[in-house]
């Protein structure tokens, strides 16, 4: 079966400071892969996207890049976090069904 | 272009109460939608979903019809209970490409015993 990781599970970061989370599927070959930022109280937006390897889409700019560098790997950095990046970050794969599946989160702190 | 209006919350209810979240949706051609459930602290997990129109999709008690007519997709439950306290989101895909989802804004239902 499939299964999504993230981590870490919580992170509190100072600004200015640079940022690298890790979201890998472990069951599937060659998925899409995304990277979701919720804020507070707010609903999900998507931030980056994947089909393949080095291949990235981004959504809104931002202060964030994301790179894909093995084919179940997809990692979201900054090199310098600012206030409004704090947020849960979630990582997502699909399938050529389309249905996404989600991992649990990163909850990012910026102070 | 493609767009999912979901009914503002916090929606409380007692336990036992029936349940409807509103959920509509604008987009080209005929998207596959869905219900993510939130539980606090975790990720997303699909709860159910309908690839047509008039598809019923359910999961655990809840249910949601493709109305292509009034363009709405509302998640219906006849009897919640406190352990249904989540935020609910509502999203639609085309499920070619990319399979990019279009999320709702997300509904947070309480349950109260």
């Known amino acids: 079966s499939q299964t999504i990781h993230q981590w870490p599970a919580t992170l509190v970061q100072p600004v200015g400071s640079p940022l690298s989370l890790e979201c890998t599927v472990e069951g599937t070959s060659n998925p899409n892969l995304y990277w979701y930022r919720q804020a507070a109280g707010r609903g999900l937006q998507l931030l980056f996207y994947s089909v393949g390897i080095g291949q990235i889409s981004s959504e809104v700019p931002q202060n964030l890049s994301a790179s894909r560098p093995q084919d179940r790997q997809f990692i979201l950095s900054s090199k310098k976090l600012l206030l409004s990046d704090s947020g849960f970050y979630l990582c997502?794969?699909?399938?050529?069904?389309?249905?996404?599946?989600f991992g649990p989160g990163t909850r990012l702190t910026v102070l | 272009g493609n767009s999912v209006t979901q009914m503002e919350g916090p929606v409380t209810l007692s336990e036992e109460a029936f349940l409807t979240i509103n959920c509509t949706y604008t987009?080209?051609?005929?998207?596959?939608l869905f219900w993510y459930v939130q539980y606090p602290g975790e990720g997303l997990q699909l709860l159910l979903k309908?690839?047509?129109?008039?598809d019923k999709g359910s999961n655990k008690g809840f249910e949601a019809t493709y109305r292509k007519e009034t363009t709405s997709f509302h998640l219906e439950k006849g009897s919640v209970q406190v352990s249904d306290s989540a935020v609910y989101f509502c999203a639609l895909s085309d499920l070619k490409g990319t399979y990019k989802y279009i999320f709702g804004t997300g509904t947070r239902l309480k349950v109260l015993a």
């Open positions: 309908a690839t047509k129109a008039d």
């Open positions: 997502a794969w699909s399938v050529p069904n389309g249905y996404q599946y």
């Open positions: 987009a080209t051609g005929y998207p596959s």
